[in-house]
């Protein structure tokens, strides 16, 4: 059984802080990973991928792959209110489906 | 507006009827998903279609789950003899061919099963 796991949170960190999200995967051969972003009541949207070893950078967000270790993380930089949501993180074992984990709850506190 | 659409978006039955759902991707993408997300989970993946083939179907899905994509537009996702632990969001997304990861999901269509 292909896993991807998260700590569902809460995460509560305050403005202007580092949020950091994390998670692991339990399939070696997967190739590709995600980060989405789901408000409550709303669908998932992409905000980061990542193929490779290393990191990502996109604005203020920053992914983190290490396939050694199996492990990807989610860096979110001056954190806002409006950054407050559910994390999922999703990985791909070919390129035609994701596999999602649970999600990492966010509040960001003013 | 040309995301991806579901209908209906609330549906109440009661235990042991059908229901269906309707998705309609955006036009230009090929693949078509069916996920479904129950309250603080991920979306688990139900089947996935490339023009009308179904190519995928996970194996958690019961025989009671019947999806279909004719002519490799729209898709409709059937559950036949509800059951309580069918309810929850069922949601819909579509890629185009050169899958990059990023699923465009539709609102979702929440079913609740009394």
């Known amino acids: 059984q292909k896993e991807v796991e998260q700590n569902s949170g809460p995460l509560s960190v305050p403005e202007g802080a580092i949020a950091s999200l994390n998670c692991t995967y339990s399939?070696?051969?997967?190739?590709?990973f995600f980060w989405y972003r789901q408000y409550s009541g709303k669908s998932p949207e992409l905000i980061m991928s990542?193929?490779?070893?290393g990191d990502k950078e996109d604005g203020r967000f920053t992914a983190q792959l290490n396939k050694a270790s199996q492990y990807v993380s989610l860096l979110i930089r001056d954190s806002q209110p409006s950054d407050s949501a559910t994390y999922l993180c999703?990985?791909?074992?070919?390129?035609?489906?994701?596999?999602f984990g649970t999600g990492t709850r966010l509040q960001v506190f003013p | 507006d040309t995301g991806v659409s579901q209908n209906p978006r609330h549906k109440i039955t009661k235990r042991g009827q059908n229901v269906t759902f309707r998705c309609d991707p955006i036009?230009?993408?090929?693949?078509l998903y069916w996920y479904r997300q129950t309250l603080g989970q991920g979306p688990e993946f139900l089947t996935y279609?490339?023009?009308?083939?179904?190519?995928?179907k996970s194996r958690l899905l019961s025989d009671r789950f019947s999806a279909e994509r004719p002519k490799g537009s729209f898709s409709t996702l059937e559950i036949q003899r509800t059951e309580q632990g069918d309810s929850a969001m069922y949601l819909c997304?579509?890629?185009?061919?050169?899958?990059?990861?990023?699923?465009?999901f539709g609102e979702g269509s929440r079913l609740t099963v009394l």
């Open positions: 997304a579509s890629s185009p061919d050169r899958n990059t990861g990023e699923l465009f």
């Open positions: 399939d070696r051969g997967s190739q590709s």
């Open positions: 990542i193929y490779s070893n």
């Open positions: 999703a990985a791909s074992y070919n390129t035609d489906k994701l596999i």
């Open positions: 036009s230009e993408h090929n693949r």
């Open positions: 279609f490339q023009n009308e083939a179904q190519l995928e």
